[in-house]
């Protein structure tokens, strides 16, 4: 059994996300401890729990120590099996981070699976859906992946609610990615969201996204408005994502959302603040989806080869444990907040 510390690195829930998609690939059983042991609410929460068993279903597994503010599981693997499966948090916890760990094992299960995950769509401190869907879902698709993500129903936290159903086709291959270049870029787009707000929040968000941009040297703009009438919605909050695509593959994402009291004018303009930090750093990816594409790179046939624009603690993290738990080596240039080469072998043993 593979032991791991769930505080290395970063010590987030991430490690455990990690640890549970590769043990379900790999076919090792694995012992995770100190998880999230020095956050402020330690151990396992809702959205944690629900990881774990959504794991467990999707790879037949056996689990213990799964209770609220446990910092110890063990997880011990069957064969993955694909499906129909529905998960529902009972939190506005975030569902694109369930997402992280369960569409890797769905793409090597033994047939095509459609999952339902209820929670949080648009949460702060993790991908708001509408980057899954613009920014990250793009590359997965170049590198072979057949995966769609359909919003139902949208859900801000703390309320949450909302919706979401992923269709994943099983791949017996992944394509490597190799992107370093940033070549030329194909214009700014964006989603601003709201619901159980009057429709001028989207519309001013938007403005001032688009009216930053312009001042940046990005006159073209364009950014879509979806807002859920008030009353209509199972939560309250608005977001905004925007995005740009690069000549060479390279995808680059800045986002922000709406709190109690923060000016729409504000959103927007965070958002637009995001994009273009990381757009400054002349990489083909931004910080965020670097660290997404860690565990991906892992899966490919052959060595990937990407440039960031910011080395995170997070993306540092996943190598370390990607290395701790397979034979699947990287190499990464750069300091930690700077500009950054990440390669990586690839060719994990997917049992």
Request: net charge neutral; hydrophobic share 40%; aromatic share 4%.
């Amino acid at each position: 059994m593979i032991e791991i510390d769930g505080s290395v690195g970063e010590g987030g829930g991430q490690v455990l996300r990690i640890c549970l998609a590769l043990s379900a690939l790999t076919g090792e059983p694995t012992r995770i401890k100190n998880i999230r042991i020095n956050r402020e609410s330690p151990g396992l929460r809702n959205q944690h729990l629900t990881n774990i068993h959504a794991i467990a279903k999707a790879a037949c597994a056996k689990t213990s120590g799964l209770q609220i503010g446990s910092s110890e599981i063990t997880f011990s693997p069957g064969r993955r099996r694909g499906g129909t499966f529905c998960f529902d948090i009972k939190t506005a916890g975030s569902t694109t981070l369930i997402l992280q760990s369960l569409i890797p094992v769905l793409a090597f299960a033994d047939e095509r699976s459609t999952v339902t995950l209820i929670g949080g769509t648009n949460n702060p401190l993790a991908p708001q859906v509408d980057y899954i869907v613009n920014v990250l879902n793009p590359v997965l698709a170049a590198m072979g992946l057949t995966y769609d993500l359909h919003l139902i129903r949208r859900g801000f936290y703390p309320r949450g609610g909302g919706r979401i159903k992923a269709l994943i086709e099983p791949v017996d291959v992944l394509h490597a990615i190799n992107v370093v270049d940033v070549g030329t870029l194909k214009g700014v787009e964006g989603i601003s969201v709201s619901s159980n707000l009057p429709r001028h929040v989207v519309q001013r968000q938007a403005q001032a996204a688009m009216e930053y941009c312009a001042r940046a040297g990005y006159p073209d703009t364009r950014i879509a408005c979806e807002a859920e009438p008030e009353g209509r919605g199972t939560s309250t909050g608005s977001g905004i994502v925007l995005w740009t695509e690069t000549s060479t593959g390279g995808r680059l994402g800045g986002d922000a959302l709406g709190a109690r009291g923060k000016p729409a004018e504000l959103v927007g303009r965070e958002a637009a603040t995001n994009l273009l930090v990381q757009l400054s750093k002349e990489a083909p990816f931004d910080m965020h989806l670097g660290d997404q594409l860690i565990i991906w790179m892992a899966l490919a046939k052959q060595r990937s080869r990407i440039a960031v624009a910011e080395l995170t603690l997070h993306a540092l993290t996943a190598a370390r444990v990607i290395e701790t738990f397979t034979d699947c080596p990287f190499n990464i240039k750069g300091e930690l907040g700077d500009k950054g080469l990440i390669e990586c072998k690839g060719g994990i043993a997917v049992a």
